[in-house]
């Protein structure tokens, strides 16, 4: 990739070969005009996407009579900096800001229609047409769909398309892979056989959900895998934890650097990206899964088409491009319905804390320049190619720092960020019950009833340990990983007895996600009485028995899989020996799927928190206080997540206001009848 001169005309690429669309610049403001308005927007802002992309014509030396070529597709990362350089020269910051935005709309636009209404009208041709289009292997679209490639090349001959009902529930996930709007395939199948699907699926059992959890599964799988790290990436990872684990560093505050813990004082699985020096950073992890996805999508041909080749995409410099930063965050938000979720949101303020002028990683490193040098990045190459290369590459990240918080700014302004998925669903019946509480309560002693015959010395092991740790989530309805890593024995046990005899549970700060806010205080909270007896019977009779005994952990696993602790020889570590949260949710999910009917497949000790916090509001309207304390959560926390109760507080005063006029009122009128 070279650069180019900076008010030079981009010469014009070839239109790529196997491209389905061959559109002209004129079709296309034709086709975003009717859309933008089917959409809802206002004339001005209709033509001021219009007046864009005459400005975008102007900037690569293109006519409205033009075809769409490769500056809307594989080179679009290239032209669009060249158009960034000519309208700096001309327009305001801030108009520079809203023209880069709506030629990122445009692009949207662009391919919306490139891969759905212009598709060819039979579904050989219009899936022959979006699978070469994507880049992918029929082997991987058949990973993501469930469709094997045998079925995909045989639709794609014309000889067949797909007959049985669950071959076309999985054209949704197929479409999904491909990055098609729903239903673009199943429309251009014969219409007898799509009414059939349609009538199959209304006939379906309304509570059976069977389908709609297969699609769900089939998008979730839809996602970016991270990045096979290299060595170089490795070493930059590892330098990165090391960095801001350095609280003596220059500018190190309480918020800005992370933390690590041993091994033993780990609840949750490890993976390299939390390791540094035999020391395990949860932080590191939670920022690999968002840039190592990023990283991904670069260079893959499905999500990224290729923006990046892969052998160059092994470095933490690419946080510093915002042209492909903002490409991401438009993909997150296509694959969310166009939607702010939380996901993007936090994705955007990792980058920019990387990027941050003084204390940021990638700042700090000007070296990272010659990664994107490498892969022919024009200012990375003129930067290098410079005599102050530290002060331009600082001036280069403090930009690139800057448009992404004015692009977290906009997307703010449009809509609030939501939630990508709903938590709460497979409680929604228990949360709306007048007594959530009652529920658990229930399914607790369902569960102490349930006892297998002591002979049967495994599953009576893993009652008694099922009932002891169901008890202790409600009692105690901490995070599931201090469960994982509860003591019994040793230095400072967790679970222990006062001198009265009464069992108490304890964990420092650092136990605690929070601890720089509401865990900065110790825990120290006795256990519910009736949950004492259980607690001496489990100790006694079960977990002698169980896997790991010799530990000091008080909740164990009843088997050994075949590969426990196969993840931990693999990165050079011993494991500790505790139940991982991860499997301990498992559990709780199979046992309340068994007990508890208002459930559809269970839900994991996460939920058990959740219930018993809205069952305290429910009894107790806007006691935020004291479910802080039970959460040992921030009350600002509390009072976010459970903000909607507040319209129910109000309405419950409401209508018992309404029952009492009600009831004043028949007072009166039977005074009178009398």
């Known amino acids: 990739m070279t650069s180019l001169p900076h008010h030079a005309p981009v010469p014009r690429p070839a239109a790529t070969a196997n491209a389905p669309v061959q559109l002209t610049y004129a079709e296309f403001e034709t086709q975003v005009r009717m859309q933008l308005a089917r959409d809802g927007w206002n004339a001005q802002r209709i033509a001021n996407i219009a007046s864009a992309l005459h400005g975008w014509l102007r900037a690569l030396n293109l006519n409205k009579l033009d075809r769409i070529g490769d500056e809307f597709h594989a080179e679009f990362s290239t032209s669009f900096r060249h158009y960034e350089d000519v309208i700096a020269a001309s327009v305001s910051a801030r108009t520079q800001k809203d023209r880069q935005e709506q030629i990122l709309v445009l692009k949207r636009l662009f391919d919306s229609l490139a891969i759905d209404d212009l598709l060819p009208a039979s579904f050989c041709d219009a899936l022959a047409c979006a699978v070469s289009r994507s880049g992918a292997t029929l082997a991987h679209l058949g990973r993501l769909s469930g469709i094997s490639a045998d079925s995909l090349t045989y639709w794609m001959s014309g000889n067949g398309t797909p007959q049985r009902i669950t071959t076309l529930a999985s054209l949704s996930a197929l479409e999904g892979a491909l990055g098609l709007p729903d239903s673009t395939l199943v429309k251009r199948l014969p219409q007898r056989r799509r009414e059939r699907y349609e009538r199959q699926l209304s006939d379906a059992p309304a509570d059976s959900g069977s389908s709609s959890r297969t699609l769900q599964k089939s998008r979730a ?10 060595p170089r990436l490795e070493q930059q990872w590892l330098d990165l934890i090391r960095f801001k684990t350095d609280i003596t560093r220059e500018g190190a ?5 992370w933390r690590t813990k041993p091994l033993h004082r780990v609840g949750f699985r490890v993976n390299w990206s939390m390791l540094c020096d035999g020391l395990v950073c949860a932080t590191a992890g939670g920022h690999w899964a968002f840039l190592g996805q990023y990283l991904g999508y670069l260079a893959s041909p499905l999500f990224g088409r290729s923006e990046v080749d892969v052998k160059y995409a092994n470095t933490l410099a690419w946080l510093a491009v915002p042209a492909h930063v903002k490409s991401y965050v438009q993909f997150l938000r296509r694959r969310a319905g166009n939607a702010t ?3 993007v949101v936090t994705f955007l303020n990792n980058v920019r804390s990387h990027l941050r002028p003084q204390t940021g990683y990638v700042w700090l490193h000007p070296e990272l320049v010659c990664d994107l040098a490498a892969a022919g990045e024009p200012q ?15 001036a280069y990240c403090e930009k690139a720092h800057r448009e992404l918080l004015v692009l977290e700014r906009s997307l703010a302004a449009q809509s609030p960020a939501r ?4 938590p709460t669903r497979p409680i929604e019946q228990v949360l709306g019950s007048d007594f959530p509480l009652k529920v658990l309560v229930k399914f607790v002693r369902d569960l102490e009833a349930d006892e297998p015959p002591q002979s049967h010395h495994r599953d009576y092991a893993a009652w008694i340990r099922d009932v002891l740790l169901c008890k202790m989530l409600i009692s105690n309805p901490l995070r599931v990983s201090h469960f994982s890593i509860m003591r019994y024995r040793g230095h400072r046990p967790n679970l222990y007895q006062s001198a009265d005899g009464q069992w108490r549970l304890r964990f420092d700060p650092s136990d605690f996600k929070n601890e720089k806010g509401a865990a900065s205080e110790p825990y120290d909270t006795a256990i519910e009485p009736s949950v004492s007896p259980w607690i001496r019977r489990y100790l006694a009779e079960a977990r002698p028995h169980l896997v790991g005994a010799e530990s000091d952990y008080v909740f164990l696993p009843v088997v050994a899989g075949p590969n426990r602790g196969a993840g931990y020889r693999a990165l050079g570590l011993e494991s500790a020996g505790n139940w991982n949260a991860d499997n301990i949710t498992k559990r709780i999910k199979v046992v309340t799927a068994r007990y508890i009917e208002e459930t559809d497949g269970g ?6 928190r959740h219930i018993v916090a809205t069952d305290h509001l429910k009894r107790h309207p806007q006691d935020y206080m004291t479910v802080a304390q039970l959460l040992h959560d921030k009350l600002e926390t509390v009072i976010k997540a459970y903000a909607h109760m507040k319209v129910d507080d109000g309405l419950r005063t409401l209508h018992a206001g309404v029952a009492q006029a009600m009831q004043e009122l028949a007072d009166i009128r039977a005074d009178r009848d009398n």
């Open 221 to 230: 799988a839809l996602v970016c895998p991270a990045l096979r790290p290299t």
């Open 253 to 257: 505050t309480a918020r800005n650097s």
């Open 341 to 343: 979720h939380h996901g």
């Open 380 to 394: 990375a190459v003129a930067i290098t190619q410079g005599t102050s290369r530290d002060t331009s590459w600082q």
């Open 419 to 422: 939630c990508s998925r709903e």
């Open 603 to 608: 839900f994991g000790a996460h939920a058990f």
